[in-house]
């Protein structure tokens, strides 16, 4: 005969089993603990971020509404008047010709770095960071010294007969001061992508028949893109913001968005005028950033399987 189980039985093992996987392990209770400390940890951060940013931000989406009186007459106000839009393009302009400098620059200078020895490659660092120990206002206050007609730039091109220089309160002035202050910016992040690419790829290129300028061009340069676009991204975006370069290097036609925000907020206590334009400037750089992402993800693919494949 064979014996049935009983069901009761089964019963219990299955409510004790159930209360084994209720029972915190000590395992669960070291990972809440964790997370809980983590929270706590961030908590600071969080309301450094709430009162400083979040709110004034907050401050500012609401001024554009309803200041001096509830409505959208601050948006109709900045698009029917010509100057904002002249102001909004000149900014983008001048922000995007700052970055293509930049990225010229850089990008030798960066590739020199992953190739120097090493105490070379020190002093090429310090000489990057050095410039994040001094305050832009006196950096460009040195470009206004260097930039007028009576400076040392003026006074060694008047050797070669030139009278005036003639740079000072222009677009060109604004774009030397502005790239001399981003320049680090986009130097450090190609820096630190260039520094992880396998140098002996292009000696397998070079050593499969291609000639080293193409073995650079086919294999090095892209896989130092990823780096570069997160140079010129940074450098685009914080020299959309900039307000005190152009103020003192160029004059009332090199106007950036800060600057008209400055002039209708303190100038003619416009709250909502400068809210509004503080608004359109962080719009464009939250599209800007959209963009990227979107670029970023579609290429994401092809770069990571050409680092994944350099790797193997």
Known sequence: MTSTPDTSQFSQLSTRAIRLN??????????????????????????????????????VLVAAFTHPTPGLQNFEWFFSQQVNLDVLGR?????????????????????????????????????VLIPFLTSTVVRTFAWVILLQDSGPIGAFMQVFGVEQLGIMRTPAAVLIGMAQVLLPFVVLPMYSNMAQIDRRLLTAAESLGASPGRAFLSVYLPLSLPGVA?????????????????????????TFL????????????????????????????????AIAGIISRRAGGSVASMVGGSKA
Do not use: D
């Not at 029972?23 to 951060?45: C, H, I, N, Q, V």
């Not at 900014?91 to 070379?120: D, E, G, H, N, Q």
């Open 22 to 59: 209720e029972e915190p392990t000590p395992a669960k209770k070291r990972r809440t603990r964790g997370m809980s400390g983590m929270l706590l940890a961030l908590l600071p951060a969080f309301l450094v971020l709430a009162v400083f940013y979040f709110y004034p931000m907050l401050s």
């Open 230 to 254: 997160a140079g010129a991204l940074l450098c685009f975006v914080m020299a959309l913001g900039f307000y005190i370069t152009p103020a003192m290097l160029g004059s009332s036609r090199e």
């Open 91 to 127: 900014t983008l302009l001048i922000s995007f010709w700052v970055m293509v400098v930049c990225i010229v620059f850089a990008y030798p200078f960066a590739y020199y770095m992953t190739i120097a020895k090493p105490a070379r490659r020190n002093l090429l660092m310090l000489m």
């Open 258 to 289: 800060s600057t008209l925000i400055q002039g209708q907020v303190q100038g003619l206590g416009q709250w909502g005028h400068g809210a509004v334009i503080g608004l359109m400037l962080l719009l464009v750089t939250v599209l800007i950033l």
